[in-house]
């Protein structure tokens, strides 16, 4: 079955503790993504890959970081964790960013940090 | 203001309503998505449209591209259409969002 898998689907954790989404797909897509929702705010795009080993920012990129080092895989890292970032975390994958690429959105992790 | 606006951001609506939700848009764009959230969270891709109109069962999407504005229309709405339908934009490099359209449908 063509899908996004991130893990883990919720988390609590204390700020300052590093953690590590993680987010596979397995459709051969070269654009990946990650997105964060926050009640009123819609879903912000935190940092895009259109391919192995090229990774850029997105709207929100502060207190992130990711790697793409193989194509299937893209994790989100959260270096030192704040109450801020407490928030609803997608990874999304398409052939392309662009005219004909639709997208395939993991199940969300739910995040916490105290 | 924002790039990408929905309305109504609530609707309620009665078993077998015509249900309508609009997108407007003020952004250059390559393509248009419309997309479900249900109460559980995960994300569904609906339609990515450039032009015109498409179909999907009882869900119909439209674009007018001059006008930078779609509508999601939903015939003979059920229950289990009761979810959130967010609107995004494919700019070059990333998807811009509208803050969603919570819609809920009673029996």
């Known amino acids: 079955e063509a899908q996004v898998t991130q893990n883990p689907r919720y988390l609590i954790t204390v700020t300052g503790k590093k953690l590590t989404v993680t987010c596979s797909q397995n459709?051969?897509?070269?654009?990946m993504s990650w997105y964060r929702q926050d009640p009123g705010l819609g879903l912000r795009q935190i940092y895009y890959s259109m391919n192995v080993e090229v990774t850029d920012k997105g709207d929100v990129p502060e207190g992130y970081k990711v790697s793409r080092k193989e194509k299937r895989n893209f994790p989100l890292i959260l270096e030192s964790p704040s109450p801020n970032q407490t928030s609803l975390y997608f990874c999304a994958s398409s052939f392309g960013q662009g005219w004909f690429s639709g997208y395939t959105f993991g199940s969300g992790t739910r995040l916490t940090v105290v | 203001k924002n790039e990408v606006e929905q309305s109504p951001q609530n609707l309620t609506a009665q078993e077998g309503e015509f249900i309508t939700i609009n997108c407007s848009y003020s952004?250059?764009?390559?393509?248009l998505h419309w997309l479900q959230q249900h109460p559980g969270g995960g994300i569904v891709s609906l339609f990515m449209?450039?032009?015109g109109k498409k179909k999907h069962g009882r869900l119909i999407a439209t674009i007018n591209i001059q006008e930078k504005h779609s509508s999601l229309h939903i015939t003979a709405s059920h229950p289990r259409d009761s979810a959130v339908y967010i609107c995004a934009v494919s700019l070059t490099d990333k998807l811009i969002f509208g803050t969603g359209t919570r819609l809920q449908v009673f029996p």
């Open positions: 952004v250059g764009i390559s393509a």
């Open positions: 459709m051969n897509h070269e654009y």
């Open positions: 449209l450039s032009s």
